[in-house]
């Protein structure tokens, strides 16, 4: 390996041989380390540059098979990592000018006076290259950091913004953006009370506290249909205070834990019902027997009615203990394949003369439904409960124009048979929407209802291993939504 191989290289093409020797003693004087590599056209030049690593090249402007402009130009298309100055052959300032605009990093006069400052000028063309490198190289990182954050910001499907203490929006993420309708960069700006009750922002007092206690504030909050849970967070930018606002949709998950809840207290409350169930099952079984037994030896008719109407009240309490045995799933329902459609007709029937008495009116709009394997007389019962409580609540709040909707639908992605009954009176009470299902709750006046309707329905449903859910927009009645699998394959 030869000397000019260890040594940083510095070339110089230049088709004139003025100064050289010049140069090369400036260079040995002030500045070692480097070797000087001469050539006298543009070709010679790009090919000792496309062989080897040059440290840093000197262009003459004038060549005598290409000018030195149009050769900076095919220098800076090769994308060398080495800094290009342009040798002048007067020193015109336009000259330095244009050369820089083309790509040099330099521009230095050709003349006896200028050769002793080459070493000096390669060093500050060299510094300044590697320094304008770095910072392009650090810009990209920040670049690539300020894209990276802002696609982790709008990945969040959270409601994520910014406001200023004018309630002036100052970020905002795509997901707050695209519920909006806007580009985010549309909203940078607006003030929150112009967005429609979109975003919920407390008011000054609970954001003076959050700016200075510096904690963040938590709360919940139900905007139309959905339950938000809201965090602030303080942010200061110069000194000037913001806040961050996170709302996150937990209707979902506040459905969850009220169904996980409610099947907690059903599970209690099924534990108590087997018991109190075995207790009474025991004498009921032997009344009935007794009774049989007198009936067969008794032959006085007015005695015989009496023993009939013991045995059919005992054999009544019989049934009624083992549809509790069945809610508290001690019991497992009788399935067969049945349509859901037919299932509804027959409550429909079954209510058809209370429900011309009470001017009520029956849409169906039915899918075409494979059979489901279903206990028939239990789903009857729990879409019978749904219908009685529509039923009472349009009569008792004297509705007009009563109606009531039955929806079937087959979902065929989740095999699923989806049920809607959906009414036009006056709908659920939110403060109360979560305590429906739950075991002898009723708004009814005492002796006027159990509370044990709607939480038969959901326990028979459940155990269906199915779906009930409820869904009571303020004036627009209620839908009951169930949901039953279809039998595995």
């Not at 900076?72 to 994308?79: C, D, F, G, Q, S």
């Not at 000028?121 to 990276?148: G, P, V």
């Not at 049945?338 to 039915?366: H, M, P, Q, T």
Request: aromatic fraction near 8%; hydrophobic fraction near 40%; charge should be neutral.
């Amino acid at each position: 390996m030869s000397v000019t191989d260890t040594v940083a290289k510095i070339l110089f093409i230049d088709g004139s041989s003025f100064g050289h020797d010049l140069i090369k003693t400036s260079f040995s004087r002030y500045l070692t380390g480097y070797h000087l590599e001469f050539v006298s056209t543009a070709e010679q030049g790009l090919e000792v540059i496309k062989r080897d690593h040059v440290k840093a090249v000197f262009v003459s402007q004038e060549l005598p098979d290409m000018d030195g402009f149009e050769l900076l130009r095919e220098v800076k298309e090769l994308k060398i990592q080495s800094p290009v100055i342009m040798m002048a052959t007067d020193g015109a300032k336009r000259v330095a000018i244009k050369a820089l605009k083309k790509g040099a990093e330099d521009c230095v006069t050709k003349s006896l006076k200028t050769f002793d400052a080459f070493p000096l000028i390669l060093e500050r063309a060299i510094f300044r290259y590697e320094l304008n490198r770095e910072m392009a190289k650090r810009d990209k990182l920040i670049i690539q950091s300020q894209k990276r954050w802002r696609a982790i910001f709008d990945a969040i499907v959270d409601f994520i913004f910014v406001i200023d203490d004018d309630y002036r929006l100052i970020k905002v993420n795509n997901t707050l953006a695209k519920v909006l309708g806007m580009h985010p960069k549309e909203l940078i700006g607006k003030r929150c009370n112009e967005l429609n009750n979109t975003i919920d922002v407390p008011d000054e007092r609970c954001l003076k506290d959050v700016i200075k206690d510096g904690a963040p504030y938590i709360y919940e909050k139900n905007i139309g249909d959905d339950t938000y849970q809201i965090s602030i967070f303080p942010l200061y930018d110069d000194d000037k205070p913001m806040t961050i606002h996170v709302m996150k949709n937990i209707t979902e998950m506040r459905r969850l834990k009220e169904q996980l809840y409610h099947s907690e207290k059903l599970a209690s409350l099924g534990l108590l019902v087997s018991g109190v169930a075995h207790e009474i099952n025991n004498p009921l079984t032997g009344i009935i027997a007794y009774t049989e037994l007198l009936g067969m030896s008794v032959v006085d008719e007015e005695t015989s009615k009496k023993l009939g109407k013991i045995l059919y009240s005992a054999e009544r309490c019989k049934k009624i203990v083992e549809n509790l045995l069945t809610f508290s799933r001690q019991k497992n329902p009788s399935k067969s394949l049945e349509s859901i459609n037919d299932i509804i007709d027959r409550v429909v029937d079954f209510r058809a003369y209370w429900l011309g008495v009470n001017n009520i009116e029956i849409e169906k709009d039915y899918d075409e439904l494979s059979t489901v394997l279903v206990d028939s007389q239990q789903i009857q019962q729990a879409i019978l409960n749904i219908l009685l409580n529509a039923e009472q609540a349009m009569v008792d709040s004297n509705v007009d124009n009563r109606r009531i909707k039955f929806t079937t639908r087959y979902d065929r992605d989740n095999r699923k048979i989806i049920i809607k009954i959906s009414d036009n009176g006056p709908g659920i009470p939110q403060n109360i929407i979560s305590s429906i299902f739950d075991p002898f709750f009723t708004t009814k006046p005492a002796g006027s209802g159990t509370g044990l309707g709607l939480s038969i329905s959901h326990g028979i449903i459940v155990e269906h291993e199915g779906n009930i859910m409820v869904k009571s927009p303020k004036g627009k009645g209620a839908t009951f939504f169930i949901e039953l699998p279809l039998a595995k394959k």
